[in-house]
């Protein structure tokens, strides 16, 4: 077990989301008669899933300040409303109209944050409201009926990675370069740690061959992934919104472990009254975290916007529930302080795995809802666990029994 700890980087709470997310895909793919693990359905399954994916980065910086917010769904679907309706009954060209989006998403944000942190309103509260306001302000404004988008949007929320290059790679091109890129990109950073461990204390340095494993093992896994969503039709490589998706996590994931502002999220969430004893800001850092939620929400809205091909009075009814279920099925915790971007994607993806594969099975949207319920009852009664005083949760039992055996091994 301890090489298996060294080549994992001591770090072993992602594993059981990792193990049952490699699990539910091999189980589906097999039950489904090998229709899951599919160029086509991948690329559908990340091109339907990267908004609410979009949404779980923002809520999980919410809920790690011990906050919710409840309108996510209803700001994407009255911003995409907003954009069509600006598109067509005033001809303004669709960049202009998506930047007015954008615009709107962040005032709606600081409305949200203005609640919280001046006035002292939970998140909870404030958004409810917010939920209503923009829900009823959706209908109100298309008067129930679907309102057509700028077709320009459609390669934004519906595009791939166009084709070019030499056709004996027999893939697409700008899909295999992504591929190499992510590869070299998480290369890099692994030797650079092991570098940068060897100038510090000799003792602690990382030893050279679990980072050699770890590389091989990302690595097959990227080239997997890049031949899956690059080998597909003609006409299909890549989606668009998953780019977008990608880079918005390459972004947060520094933003919140590399930053002084991410520092302060994690304070605020851990222990509001000693990060503001320790000089945070905890009013700005509240109105900051909720005024990005908003605007996470308008881009959102504004890809299905373009996937849709039109916005409608229903869209974004329920999407609250799905980012909020990806944040605690990814581990982040209820009472806030705990919880990361790359665990968080996690989580959006295993719901939407089991979105995929049930659909694949034949099973009926009532029956998903109740399994997909269970399984984030689950992810929260073990978050529930490992916090009880003097009891390990189920991965440290087993962590425990293996401790012991190599006690055993070593006397």
């Keep these: 077990m301890k090489y298996v700890k060294q080549v994992l980087g001591n770090d072993l709470r992602q594993v059981p989301m990792v193990v049952a997310l490699l699990v539910l895909l091999v189980g589906f793919h097999i039950i489904s008669g090998g229709r899951m693990l599919t160029s086509s359905n991948m690329q559908n399954l990340i091109s339907g899933n990267a908004y609410v994916l979009i949404l779980a980065i923002g809520m999980l910086m919410v809920i790690v300040i011990g906050q919710i917010d409840l309108s996510v769904g209803s700001v994407a679907g009255f911003v995409a409303m907003v954009v069509a309706i600006s598109a067509r009954d ?3 060209p669709w960049y202009v109209a998506v930047l007015l989006g954008f615009v709107l998403g962040l005032l709606i944000g600081s409305w949200q ?12 509260i404030s958004t409810l409201a917010g939920m209503m306001i923009f829900r009823g302000a959706v209908i109100w404004l298309s008067g129930s009926i679907s309102v057509p988008g700028p077709k320009e949007l459609q390669f934004f929320g519906a595009g791939y990675l166009p084709e070019w290059g030499p056709s004996w790679t027999q893939m697409n091109n700008p899909t295999l370069l992504l591929g190499l890129a992510a590869i070299a990109l998480f290369t890099w950073s692994q030797f650079n740690a092991y570098t940068s461990s060897k100038l510090g204390d000799a003792e602690t340095a990382l030893p050279l061959w679990p980072v050699c494993v770890r590389v091989g093992i990302v690595g097959i896994v990227i080239a997997y ?12 490589s890549f989606p668009i919104p998953g780019l977008v998706l990608v880079a918005l996590v390459a972004t947060y994931h520094i933003v919140t472990e590399r930053t002084r502002f991410g520092r302060h999220i994690y304070a605020v969430g851990g222990n509001r009254q000693a990060a503001a004893l320790s000089g945070v800001n905890v ?21 299905f916007l373009g996937r849709a091909t039109a916005a409608g009075p229903g869209d974004g009814t329920n999407w609250e529930l799905d980012a909020i279920s990806a944040v605690f099925i990814g581990g982040a915790a209820v009472s806030g302080g705990v919880g990361t971007i790359m665990a968080t994607m996690v989580g959006g993806v295993l719901i939407a795995v089991l979105n995929s594969g049930l659909m694949l099975m034949g099973v009926g949207a009532d029956k998903t809802q109740v399994i997909k319920g269970l399984v984030l009852l689950l992810a929260v009664a073990i978050d529930a666990l490992n916090k009880q005083q003097g009891r390990p949760s189920i991965i440290g039992k087993i962590m425990e ?7 055993v091994t070593t006397q």
């Design 90 to 92: 005033f001809n303004l």
């Design 113 to 124: 944050g203005f609640w919280l942190s001046k006035m002292g309103i939970p998140g909870f």
């Design 401 to 407: 029994s293996f401790r012991k055996k190599e006690e």
């Design 225 to 236: 992934v890049t031949w899956l969503f690059g080998s597909g039709r003609p006409g299909t």
């Design 283 to 303: 009013s700005r850092t509240y109105f900051a975290v909720m005024a990005n939620m908003s605007f996470l929400a308008a881009l959102a809205g504004v890809l």
